[in-house]
């Protein structure tokens, strides 16, 4: 069974930073994707940023320059640094972890809040 545990979500100042880490359990992380997605009230989940299992990153336009996503395989844990926080950037941030076995297989963290706000 494959867990994902987020943490490091909380309150901030518009311009402040935060790190998100992702930590999992079992010993596919370093032969899967890991993504961060957020939920905006009102809004559909979007992806963030991913770290892909070849060590490739992509990020939304909406964050480029600003959020960095990196990996620690001896950790099994990935992590967002969030930089120059916009109060839109305010929602609840999940960690996904893609499998490619056999059948594709997508697991979710249970999420952590970010809010930005003066």
């Known amino acids: 069974q494959v867990q994902l545990v987020e943490s490091g979500g909380g309150l901030v100042q518009p311009g402040g930073s935060l790190r998100l880490s992702c930590a999992t359990s079992g010993i596919i992380f370093r032969i899967s994707d890991m993504g961060w997605y957020r939920q905006a009230p009102g809004k559909e989940r979007e992806l963030v940023a991913v770290s892909t299992r070849g060590d490739t990153t992509d990020y939304a336009d909406s964050v480029k320059g600003r959020f960095t996503i990196s990996r620690d395989n001896a950790k099994n844990t990935v992590y967002l640094q969030m930089n120059s926080l916009k109060p839109e950037d305010t929602a609840v941030y999940y960690c996904?972890?893609?499998?490619?076995?056999?059948?594709?297989?997508?697991?979710w963290g249970q999420g952590t809040q970010v809010t930005v706000s003066s």
């Open positions: 996904k972890l893609t499998y490619y076995g056999v059948t594709k297989r997508d697991y």
